[in-house]
């Protein structure tokens, strides 16, 4: 397996945490926050697919998925379109209120763009310095590692509250 295969297989893992933490849920149910401070599954949806869109725009020198294909448009947050969910409070949280079908729709869409852009990777692409902000600078395979890390830790987490929404329903 090659670099670009296994960074494709990688990214690829965040569709499936996604879709089993948000499908089929309602708009009510994917607020859910299991305390007034918590992230909601809506939320960590949202913000796993905005990181990678922001981040992978950033280093492939693209425009964000969420303005060119009119994703901010549909979602219609009250928000600023270059928002990713960094910083938000936990009154920001509670704003991203969407459908599964436009949160799975949205990351699908962002995944298949970073899949094009990771297919074209090689090797020595992954030592290409992205930002000179930080010591030592990072790279772009340390970029791309966090990158998959963040989305991957955020479908985990909406999963989690999904659970927790689950187990509340039933009791």
Avoid: C, K
């Avoid at 397996?1 to 849920?25: H, K, N, P, Q, Y």
């Avoid at 991203?96 to 074209?120: F, K, M, N």
């Amino acid at each position: 397996m090659d670099v670009a295969g296994l960074l494709i297989e990688s990214f690829g893992r965040l569709d499936g945490v996604l879709t089993r933490a948000v499908d089929a849920l309602s708009v009510d149910e994917l607020a859910f926050r299991p305390d007034p401070q918590a992230n909601s599954i809506a939320w960590l949806a949202w913000h796993a697919a905005r990181g990678e869109d922001a981040q992978i725009a950033d280093v492939a020198g693209s425009e964000q998925v969420w303005t060119s294909q009119g994703w901010a448009d549909r979602f219609d947050l009250p928000f600023d379109d270059s928002a990713t969910g960094y910083g938000h409070s936990a009154q920001d949280v509670g704003r991203v209120r969407a459908s599964s079908d436009l949160l799975l729709a949205y990351a699908r869409a962002v995944a298949d763009r970073t899949q094009d852009y990771l297919a074209g990777l090689t090797d020595s692409d992954l030592d290409r310095v992205v930002d000179e902000r930080w010591d030592p600078p990072v790279t772009l395979g340390v970029r791309l590692v966090s990158i998959v890390g963040d989305s991957l830790q955020h479908a985990g987490q909406a999963a989690y509250v999904r659970g927790l929404l689950e187990r509340s329903t039933r009791a």
